[in-house]
Structure formats: structure tokens, C-alpha cells
């Protein structure tokens, strides 16, 4: 098990079979990792999330390739996302 590291930023979009779903919860207890919401929007058919994902390098790959296998889209990102 690699150590933890600074916490990744994400950008992740979920079609509309997932929005249903609480596919946060499950990576925290699948992978151990710990999301920090920045910004969501959750609609009908769709839905986004920038989170931060804490823990250490493998469970945060292993919890990126979950996200990918569900269906998932996931795009790392650069700089604050709050502050703009």
C-alpha cells in the first residue's frame, strides 16, 4: 500500500443510470478513499461532481477505475476549484 499524497482534484460526470445511485458513498466504502464535494449538479438525466479524492495513490486509482467501469466520465483537474 502506497502512502497517502495531496488529495486529486476530479471532475465527474454520470449518465442518467447513476444519478439515482450514491456513488460517493460506495467508493468510501469500496476503496477507503475521502471525497470532498467542491460543486455538484445533479439533474433528471444527468449529473457532475467536483471532488477532491483523499487516501492513499491505489485505493484513489482503484476507486478512478470503479468510476470508469460504471459508466462513469473522469477528468482530472488543476488548481482551486472554488476560488476559480
Do not use: Y
Not at 9 to 17: M, Q
Not at 38 to 59: C, F, K, M, P
Not at 66 to 74: D, K, M, P, R
Amino acid at each position: 500500500m502506497r502512502p497517502s499524497s495531496e488529495p486529486i482534484r476530479l471532475f465527474v460526470s454520470f449518465p442518467e443510470s447513476l444519478v439515482g445511485q450514491p456513488v460517493i458513498f460506495e467508493l468510501v466504502k469500496r476503496f477507503d478513499v475521502v471525497p470532498n464535494i467542491r460543486r455538484a449538479n445533479v439533474e433528471e438525466h444527468s449529473g457532475w461532481i467536483i471532488l477532491e479524492l483523499g487516501g492513499t495513490e491505489d485505493a484513489r486509482e482503484a476507486a478512478l477505475a470503479h468510476l470508469a467501469g460504471i459508466g462513469c466520465t473522469v477528468n482530472r483537474m488543476e488548481g482551486d476549484v472554488v476560488a476559480g
